[in-house]
């Protein structure tokens, strides 16, 4: 069986070529539509690189490059060129295509992405150890309440209930009203559960003093 690739893009031609493509090059094409399916294929089918349109509905292609606990070689690919979505996806470690698609790129750079052992993948190594909230935290991203699993110095895991179309944006604001703390966080991974998304994040602004005495005082 060839390696496995999860090709995510809610086009109906440009899906089907790509999946004609990579099939004749041998490799085994797991097609979806919707960031709801290609989050479920990226636990369930445990593929071995990720291909995904930028739009995907009214979500952003983004999500998935960091949705596995376990980064996953990524190539993004989009029909508007934007610098800054390029500078984003470069920055979680994916490559960014624009459409129309050379198919001899595209393919060379699966191979490279799927032999490259060396790279790193995008994954802020943890520095700062784990503490569980020793009191309550009420905590809120966007307008959405959120629980507090555990903090770090460096950031924290949270966990959102499942309600129809709630997905982190890769990065995000959370705010702790009790305690008048407010910081920027960026998504590492994020896992599915029953009923409930969980999210590991790492804290990316200087506001050092203010949340580490957050910390201190809720662990």
């Not at 739009?55 to 989009?78: K, Q, S």
Request: proline share 5%; hydrophobic share 50%; net charge negative.
């Amino acid at each position: 069986m060839g390696r496995r690739i999860l090709l995510v893009d809610d086009d109906g031609a440009t899906r089907w070529g790509l999946v004609a493509l990579l099939e004749e090059a041998g490799y085994t094409v797991i097609a979806a539509t919707t960031l709801h399916t290609a989050k479920q294929a990226l636990i369930a089918e445990e593929p071995d690189l990720l291909i995904t349109d930028i739009r995907l509905g009214a979500y952003n292609g983004l999500h998935l490059v960091v949705a596995r606990r376990t980064p996953i070689p990524a190539i993004v690919i989009t029909g508007f060129p934007d610098s800054a979505l390029e500078a984003e996806a470069r920055r979680m470690g994916a490559e960014f295509l624009v459409k129309p698609i050379a198919p001899a790129e595209l393919l060379w750079l699966i191979e490279r992405k799927l032999s490259d052992t060396t790279a790193e993948p995008f994954q802020p190594a943890r520095r700062w150890q784990r503490k569980r909230l020793t009191t309550d935290l009420p905590a809120q991203v966007d307008d959405a309440a959120v629980r507090i699993v555990d903090m770090s110095y460096g950031g924290l895991r949270l966990a959102v209930d499942r309600a129809p179309g709630v997905v982190l944006a890769p990065s995000f604001r959370v705010t702790f009203p009790t305690a008048a703390v407010s910081v920027s966080a960026r998504v590492v991974w994020q896992e599915a559960h029953e009923a409930s998304w969980v999210c590991g994040a790492v804290i990316t602004e200087e506001a050092e003093t203010t949340w580490r005495q957050l910390v201190d005082a809720v662990s």
